[in-house]
């Protein structure tokens, strides 16, 4: 490992204690990072190896992993797996579709802004009269420029004069990372995606084209309003700057944010707030190449480096010790201890490092706490966040552009030439390295298909391993827990399923919150069944639109974006219900009597659809009227207990319950009968388990149910059948049948055979 404090010493503090664990023994090795790189290689093709775990930047994924162990299975099996922010478990964790190494650390770059200067009225009333706008944290390249140039000279609070902004100028001083952070939002296009640094189908180099050239020439432009001597400065003395008041703003990693609140460290402890880097109202779109002009602004949040991994080199002969120590390493504990505490390079990449707030007190105030973990979250949870350069020569590549963005930054060259410069540079190294390897790399890294139009490495058809993501409205009905179960019975039969299910107990609100939950796991599919149309409508699209299959079962949502619709055809069954009803009431053309329709949850698909379809068929008799106004019974018994008793008192004449579902049509029998009128009416229920309506129908409190098959194990399979490749129709409809007397204790024996 490095020998730096950053990432070296909490490997060395959790070597000691999985010692004292496990009574093994772990030997640390360090070296300088100048050296790491050559003695990795060194030892990743040794036979014997002389180390048995390696931390490395994700950026050497590449090179390495025809030399590491892949992941062992029961390590990914479990909940800390699962823990790990998907951008960094999905697409940095994994090197053509093997899981090679696992992220101990996060990185990505933001932006940091002095809050007390932002929010002077004095300040803002300036800004406002010079740049036509308000003074917010930018919001664009644009605004970060304005302000930047804004706060250039002017007197600082604590005497002396501040700067617009703090960024890694000098050469080896991590430079190229501030100028790919701003080309990530003017080159990434979302129709194109990966094609930040070269053509995805040619492997050209981009960082000549239009969109590179205007972030070279913002990044130059910037130099004009910062600190004196800022041509010098590498992060460290940018970050320095910042810290000791003198910029208003500063691009960097999250390490700072703790650096910032401590006292020892900073001069701006409690003034400070945090940006996800800025965007961009155009895009360059190098397929077309043109400028792409946008509505609204585009961010594309860059993760710079990528992190720290670790991994084990294939020949090691402790492949479980090794791979024990990275769990324990990165344990979500350990490392929840370790991103709270301020030097240790280890910054946010769990799920439960965003979710314990209360641990960061101990290096934030709660409110900046939350601030800096929401941008952290916004800029991961960002469907455009964009990957770094990861492929073999990556050091090569940084190198010469780094001496021309120097010639560029020194005024010795002019930005189109010494960029045009850089790419040929780029062009050759990638001929040097062998163009069809360089660019099966760089697709990998991408995610991108092997061949343009494939399926996607890593992903869906190439996996063996699908965590599927559950929402259910409610378990409330047993309807509902016969779902749950049948679902869960079919996901059994599949080992390589993992199940993750969100009950959000009868509440919309919760259900909305699930399914942003199930999206920012970046599960392999959902499943849905919504409790109401419109507002679950918008999740369920959202997760369509990145490019999760979503499955919606039983309940509709109010457009197609969706995978598949599975559930029973509830017109049909409305149908159905309502020539029972006929039947019972005269016969077609004969029928009289006065109904009784109970709803299911008016905002969903199946009661809008159960009603008109019985509608459909009892409006063509004139004697059949419906005589209570609609009413909500949610699906449940007590409430259409009191919708009946409300019913029986208003109406000396009842001839018949159409209920939506079984427990209603039972709830709405037990008024009937505490009057003693439950003689007189015939009771219609839809769903038909065992346990309730077939029961209910051969016990003659219900005349008849109608099968409304829960769509729990057909979910499963039709959501397996996608993940493997396979098409599946947009929506599929499950059978229904009438359950009357006739067939009732057949249907009761064979389930009691089961
Ligand atoms: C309609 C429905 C009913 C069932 C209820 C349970 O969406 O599936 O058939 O009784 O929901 O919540």
Redesign the pocket.
């Known amino acids: 490992m490095q020998s730096a404090d950053a990432i070296g010493s909490p490997a060395k503090a959790h070597a000691l204690t999985w010692e004292q664990r496990t009574g093994g023994r772990a030997e640390i090795v360090q070296s300088d990072f100048g050296r790491l790189f050559r003695d990795y290689m060194a030892a990743l093709q040794a036979k014997q190896p002389a180390y048995d775990v390696l931390l490395f930047p994700a950026s050497w994924a590449a090179d390495f992993y025809p030399y590491l162990a892949e992941m062992p299975d029961e390590y990914r099996d479990s909940d800390a797996f699962d823990d790990i922010h998907p951008a960094y478990r999905e697409r940095l964790m994994t090197w053509d579709g093997k899981w090679i190494a696992a992220t101990v650390d996060g990185d990505l770059f933001s932006g940091y802004y002095r809050k007390d200067l932002f929010s002077d009225p004095n300040n803002q009333a300036a800004f406002r009269t010079r740049y036509g706008y308000e003074l917010f944290p930018p919001d664009t390249w644009s605004q970060y420029r304005d302000i930047a140039e804004f706060f250039n000279g002017r007197n600082s609070p604590d005497g002396g004069l501040i700067y617009g902004t703090a960024e890694a100028f000098a050469r080896d001083g991590k430079q190229f990372w501030t100028v790919f952070s701003r080309a990530s939002a003017y080159t990434n296009h979302p129709d194109f995606p990966g094609a930040q640094f070269f053509d995805p189908d040619t492997m050209r180099a981009q960082i000549d084209n239009p969109g590179w050239l205007r972030a070279v020439r913002e990044h130059k432009e910037i130099l004009a309003f910062s600190p004196p001597g800022a041509l010098q400065f590498g992060i460290v003395e940018a970050r320095d700057a910042f810290l000791d008041g003198h910029t208003a703003m500063a691009l960097d990693w999250g390490d700072t944010a703790q650096l910032t609140e401590d006292p020892a460290r900073s001069k701006v402890a409690g003034k400070v707030g945090y940006f996800v880097l800025p965007g961009t109202t155009r895009v360059w779109d190098s397929r077309l190449w043109r400028w792409d002009d946008r509505d609204s602004v585009y961010k594309a949040p860059f993760l710079a480096f990528g992190g720290w991994m670790a991994g084990v080199p294939k020949h090691s002969r402790h492949q479980q010790a090794a791979w024990d120590y990275i769990m324990w390493l990165s344990s979500p504990e350990n490392s929840l201890r370790d991103v709270v505490t301020s030097g240790t390079g280890i910054n946010p990449y769990r799920f439960t490092h965003f979710t314990n707030i209360d641990a960061w007190t101990k290096a934030l105030s709660i409110s900046a706490a939350s601030e800096y973990l929401g941008m952290v979250r916004a800029s991961l949870d960002s469907p455009h966040a964009a990957m770094d350069l990861r492929i073999p020569g990556f050091y090569r590549y940084t190198e010469v552009l780094e001496e021309e963005l120097t010639r560029i930054l020194r005024g010795d060259s002019e930005v189109d030439a010494a960029m045009h410069r850089a790419a040929a540079a780029w062009n050759s190294i990638t001929d040097e390295l062998g163009h069809a390897q360089q660019l099966a790399a760089y697709r990998t890294e991408m995610a991108l298909p092997k061949e343009p139009g494939g399926p996607r490495p890593g992903t869906h058809a190439h996996k063996v391993r699908y965590v599927i993501g559950f929402s259910q409205?409610?378990t409330?009905?047993p309807?509902?827990l016969l779902?749950n179960k049948e679902l869960r019975a079919e996901a059994a039969r599949h080992p390589e399923v993992k199940l993750v299910v969100r009950d959000a107990m009868d509440s919309v609100r919760r259900q909305v919150v699930d399914m942003e939950d199930l999206i920012a796991r970046r599960v392999d599919a959902i499943l849905v069944?919504p409790k109401v149309t419109d507002e679950l409508t918008a999740p369920v699209s959202k997760a369509f639109s990145l490019g999760i299959p979503v499955f919606v079962l039983?309940?509709d949502v109010a457009n197609d974006r969706y995978t598949q619709y599975i559930g029973g055809d509830?017109r049909e069954i409305g149908r159905a219900a309502g020539q029972r009803a006929v039947q019972l009431l005269g016969g077609e053309g004969l029928a009289e009597g006065n109904v009784i329709e109970i709803w299911?949850?008016m905002a969903?698909?199946?009661?809008a659809d159960r009603h008109s379809g019985f509608v459909e068929v009892v409006q063509r008799e004139p004697g059949v009227k419906i005589i209570n106004a609609p009413q909500d019974g949610d699906?449940k018994q007590d409430l259409a207990y009191g919708i009946m008793a409300e019913a029986l008192d208003a109406h000396p004449h009842i001839d018949l319950v159409y209920a939506?579902?079984?427990?209603m049509a039972y709830g709405a029998y037990l008024a009937a009968r505490d009057v003693g009128r439950e003689e007189d009416i015939a009771f219609l229920g839809?769903?038909g388990i065992p346990a309730e309506g077939v029961k209910w129908v051969q016990e003659g409190i219900l005349d008849a149910t109608f099968l409304?098959k829960?769509p729990g194990e057909e979910g499963i399979r039709q959501a397996l059948r996608f993940l493997r490749g396979e098409h599946v129709q947009k929506r599929l409809m499950l059978p229904t049948s009438t359950i009357d007397k006739t067939n009732a204790a057949k249907i009761l024996s064979r389930y009691a055979a089961e």
């Open positions: 409205a409610t409330t009905e309807w509902r779902f069944s039983d309940r509830n299911g949850g969903s698909s199946p009661a699906w939506h579902n079984d427990p839809i769903d409304y829960t």
